[in-house]
């Protein structure tokens, strides 16, 4: 990393790494991941720096951070007013999502058919949780769920416990149509949170 990265998003990476080293259980790692996100996405440095961070509307995500040696991601994610998101899962993959700037509706579903069909599924949502800066969602794998952006700009940070784009499909799911798909993930654009 360079030696002028913003300090607070340093200090969360050191404490990743350092938790990663610690703990060998994945779940146990992104509980632990989730409160220093839930840190992070609280810092008024790294929320006045979400403020410039470029769109990522047409499904890409910042890379923020990969890491090398124990394989975490570190995603962010910038909607526009009014984004709508997809029904989706992160497939085997472990996922934090902390909202640092804006309002975002982080919504959870549950899937009701026998799963014969493979492209066939049944979804309801059966939660709604409003995401302020500051709110961490743990999602575990296999999860159902969609973010939804709010009226104005919004913005979060993601922790992933491993890559998922090029190494593993996920899940979109169509509620109405009673559909569901596989995809690639979001388009990884590298951006560096720097101080200056
Ligand atoms: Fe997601």
Same mark, same amino acid.
Do not use: M, V
């Given at each position: 990393m360079r030696n002028d990265t913003l300090p607070a998003f340093q200090r969360f990476i050191d404490e990743l790494r350092a938790i990663w080293s610690r703990e060998s259980d994945t779940q146990r790692r992104m509980e632990l991941g989730r409160d220093a996100l839930r840190a992070l996405v609280a810092d008024p440095d790294l929320q006045a720096h979400s403020k410039t961070w470029p769109s990522t509307e047409g499904l890409k995500n910042l890379l923020? $951070?990969?890491?090398?040696? $124990?394989?975490f991601i570190v995603n962010a994610v910038v909607r526009e007013p009014g984004r709508t998101g997809s029904v989706h899962d992160h497939a085997d993959a472990w996922t934090a999502y902390g909202v640092c700037d804006g309002l975002e509706y982080l919504e959870r579903y549950d899937r009701f058919d026998d799963r014969s069909r493979p492209d066939h599924a049944e979804i309801r949502r059966v939660s709604t949780t409003i995401g302020r800066a500051g709110v961490v969602d743990l999602v575990a794998p296999w999860a159902v769920h969609a973010e939804q952006g709010g009226g104005g700009r919004s913005a979060a940070v993601i922790l992933r416990s491993q890559k998922l784009v090029g190494r593993v499909l996920q899940h979109r799911y169509d509620e109405k149509a009673g559909t569901v798909k596989l995809g690639s993930g979001p388009t990884q654009i590298p951006y560096e949170l720097t101080a200056s």
């Open positions: 923020l $951070h990969t890491d090398e040696e $124990h394989g």
